[in-house]
């Protein structure tokens, strides 16, 4: 059977394709290697004998857009959270409340001895929520030029979200060293960069403020499988055929021909179309060129706890530390001193990193009494990890519970649950692992690094140089993160 689109990869974005083509009336493939579908946006009890379904990888959801959600009939919840951050800062902290205005205005008054940085932090996230407004919606379209971008974001949101380091205006803007962190970890998120001379931090960001026209971060009731198992459910239902356990060998893109092996077997199906929702390292690999690895920078710890920990800063309430994004060490210094130590090929001795805990938000993950907790440690660049994975893995964890532990009242190791057989309920993993165990180059969450959401010279973002062939990953233009939308476009460059 010939099909109109063979899709290389059921992780979300190839599911968005197939769910897109197949209610279109299109003959459509899926080929998965995994014996599940959702690539990395998947739920998984991490821990024997645990009842807990963690969002092992990716966590939270900000960039799918709703028009996706309408359009294909996902029946998937995403909750807001009540508290947007919390950061510790001795024995208080500074608590972003995204329902009352006047406790962050006290809580920033405590931390900065003043109401200018609060003044500044809402001028600056109201041009960012206008810069959201107009821009998201551009993401589900053809690619406009920067020159339109510039005009519909205007001049001053063009400067300090695009032209010049986003570290400058955070400079500018806030005097605090703990509220300018706090701001520039969005520019830093799976990305090795210095936001004070680097544009790729301000592209990092700008993907962390823009999502849905709205920036917000929301938790997937049910976890990430959710959205996945929603996806896939929507394309099966449309029509589309999904193989698991079927490893994609080679790609003729000329022909339109996709080699995989099956069990034992190996086959060749032929399509109109081949969507590849791979890394651009993977697809070189496909397509016999040499492929050029990327460097993922994060280190990420995955844990199931008794019970929350107890804060230095009595003034607040776990639950509202912990139901938002804590931040730990990184204040514009400390995330400075970090980026030097991790750019000397050392890892840095208080790394910075954040957590949440999506149990907190959404009690039907567990099956137990305790809490879940993600960590998601900056400025681990996958070189630190090549020599010595295991050494260097233990001396990164290490070093990151010596971190979280340092803005606690006691260590986070007294609040872990164990399994059955007594083993503490946490994993780290490296760029490294998920180089290894999923399969992603250099262990970079975005396949490879963010590209601007615009380009001169028009199309989709999703082409490759080969007219047969697209690129509908998190690897394509305006894609990183569980968006969706290189899937999307992959399937409207062929449908309209």
Same mark, same amino acid.
């Given at each position: 059977? =010939?099909?109109?689109?063979?899709? $290389? @990869? +059921?992780?979300?974005? &190839?599911?968005?394709? %197939?769910?897109?083509?197949? !209610?279109?009336?299109?003959?459509?493939?899926?080929?998965?290697?995994?014996?599940?579908?959702?690539?990395?946006?998947?739920?998984?009890?991490?821990?024997?004998?645990?009842?807990?379904?963690?969002?092992?990888?990716?966590?939270?959801?900000?960039?799918?857009?709703?028009?996706?959600?309408?359009?294909?009939?996902?029946?998937?919840?995403?909750?807001?959270?009540?508290?947007?951050?919390?950061?510790?800062?001795?024995?208080?902290?500074?608590?972003?409340?995204?329902?009352?205005?006047?406790?962050?205005?006290?809580?920033?008054?405590?931390?900065?001895?003043?109401?200018?940085?609060?003044?500044?932090?809402?001028?600056?996230?109201?041009?960012?929520?206008?810069?959201?407004?107009?821009?998201?919606?551009?993401?589900?379209?053809?690619?406009?030029?920067? =020159?339109?971008?510039?005009?519909? $974001? @205007? +001049?001053?949101?063009? &400067?300090?979200?695009? %032209?010049?380091?986003?570290? !400058?205006a955070v400079e500018a803007r806030f005097r605090?060293?703990?509220?300018?962190?706090?701001?520039?970890?969005?520019?830093?998120?799976?990305?090795?960069?210095?936001?004070?001379?680097?544009?790729?931090?301000?592209?990092?960001?700008?993907?962390?403020?823009?999502?849905?026209?709205?920036?917000?971060?929301?938790?997937?009731?049910?976890?990430?499988?959710?959205?996945?198992?929603?996806?896939?459910?929507?394309?099966?239902?449309?029509?589309?055929?999904?193989?698991?356990?079927?490893?994609?060998?080679?790609?003729?893109?000329?022909?339109?021909?996709?080699?995989?092996?099956?069990?034992?077997?190996?086959?060749?199906?032929?399509?109109?179309?081949?969507?590849?929702?791979?890394?651009?390292?993977?697809?070189?690999?496909?397509?016999g060129r040499e492929p050029e690895t990327p460097?993922?920078?994060?280190?990420?710890?995955?844990?199931?706890?008794?019970?929350?920990?107890?804060?230095?800063?009595?003034?607040?309430?776990?639950?509202?530390?912990?139901?938002?994004?804590?931040?730990?060490?990184?204040?514009?210094?400390?995330?400075?001193?970090?980026?030097?130590?991790?750019?000397?090929?050392?890892?840095?001795?208080?790394?910075?990193?954040?957590?949440?805990?999506?149990?907190?938000?959404?009690?039907?993950?567990?099956?137990?009494?305790?809490?879940?907790?993600?960590?998601?440690?900056?400025?681990?660049?996958?070189?630190?990890?090549?020599?010595?994975?295991?050494?260097s893995r233990r001396a990164a964890l290490d070093?990151?519970?010596?971190?979280?532990?340092?803005?606690?009242?006691?260590?986070?190791?007294?609040?872990?649950?164990?399994?059955?057989?007594?083993?503490?309920?946490?994993?780290?993993?490296?760029?490294?692992?998920?180089?290894?165990?999923?399969?992603?180059?250099?262990?970079?969450?975005?396949?490879?690094?963010?590209?601007?959401?615009?380009?001169?010279?028009?199309?989709?973002?999703?082409?490759?140089?080969?007219?047969?062939?697209?690129?509908?990953?998190?690897?394509?233009?305006?894609?990183?993160?569980?968006?969706?939308?290189?899937?999307?476009?992959?399937?409207?460059?062929?449908?309209?």
């Amino acid at each position: 059977m =010939r099909y109109d689109a063979v899709i $290389v @990869g +059921a992780g979300h974005n &190839g599911l968005v394709a %197939a769910a897109y083509l197949a !209610r279109a009336g299109r003959r459509v493939l899926v080929l998965e290697r995994l014996a599940h579908v959702g690539g990395l946006a998947i739920s998984a009890q991490a821990f024997p004998g645990v009842e807990a379904r963690l969002s092992r990888y990716s966590y939270l959801v900000s960039l799918l857009p709703t028009k996706i959600v309408m359009d294909l009939g996902l029946r998937v919840e995403l909750r807001r959270r009540r508290y947007a951050s919390y950061t510790p800062v001795g024995r208080t902290g500074l608590l972003v409340d995204n329902e009352d205005a006047g406790r962050t205005e006290e809580s920033f008054r405590a931390v900065t001895g003043g109401a200018r940085d609060y003044r500044a932090w809402r001028e600056f996230y109201e041009m960012t929520a206008e810069v959201a407004r107009v821009l998201a919606p551009t993401l589900l379209g053809p690619l406009p030029a920067a =020159r339109e971008v510039e005009r519909l $974001v @205007g +001049a001053r949101a063009w &400067g300090e979200m695009f %032209a010049e380091p986003i570290g !400058r205006a955070v400079e500018a803007r806030f005097r605090d060293d703990t509220v300018r962190g706090v701001v520039l970890t969005d520019a830093l998120i799976g990305t090795f960069a210095d936001p004070a001379a680097d544009l790729l931090a301000n592209r990092c960001f700008l993907y962390h403020v823009i999502g849905d026209g709205t920036g917000e971060w929301n938790v997937p009731v049910g976890g990430m499988g959710a959205v996945s198992g929603a996806l896939a459910t929507s394309a099966r239902e449309a029509g589309a055929q999904i193989r698991t356990g079927a490893e994609v060998i080679g790609i003729d893109p000329e022909a339109g021909e996709v080699s995989f092996r099956l069990g034992e077997a190996e086959h060749v199906v032929s399509a109109e179309r081949v969507l590849a929702n791979v890394p651009p390292a993977v697809l070189d690999r496909l397509l016999g060129r040499e492929p050029e690895t990327p460097e993922g920078a994060q280190l990420k710890v995955n844990m199931v706890l008794r019970r929350l920990p107890r804060l230095k800063d009595t003034g607040v309430e776990p639950y509202a530390a912990f139901s938002g994004t804590f931040h730990i060490n990184e204040s514009q210094e400390q995330l400075a001193r970090a980026f030097a130590q991790a750019a000397r090929g050392e890892i840095p001795a208080l790394p910075p990193a954040e957590v949440y805990c999506h149990s907190l938000t959404d009690r039907s993950i567990l099956g137990q009494d305790g809490e879940t907790m993600t960590l998601f440690g900056l400025h681990m660049p996958a070189r630190l990890f090549r020599d010595d994975p295991e050494k260097s893995r233990r001396a990164a964890l290490d070093a990151t519970l010596r971190s979280i532990n340092s803005v606690l009242a006691e260590p986070i190791e007294d609040c872990l649950a164990t399994t059955p057989a007594g083993e503490p309920c946490l994993e780290a993993k490296t760029p490294v692992d998920l180089e290894n165990e999923a399969g992603l180059p250099g262990g970079h969450i975005f396949h490879r690094d963010l590209s601007w959401p615009y380009a001169d010279e028009g199309g989709w973002g999703v082409e490759t140089g080969h007219p047969r062939l697209l690129l509908c990953g998190a690897g394509a233009r305006r894609g990183g993160g569980v968006s969706g939308i290189p899937g999307h476009n992959a399937a409207m460059s062929l449908l309209t």
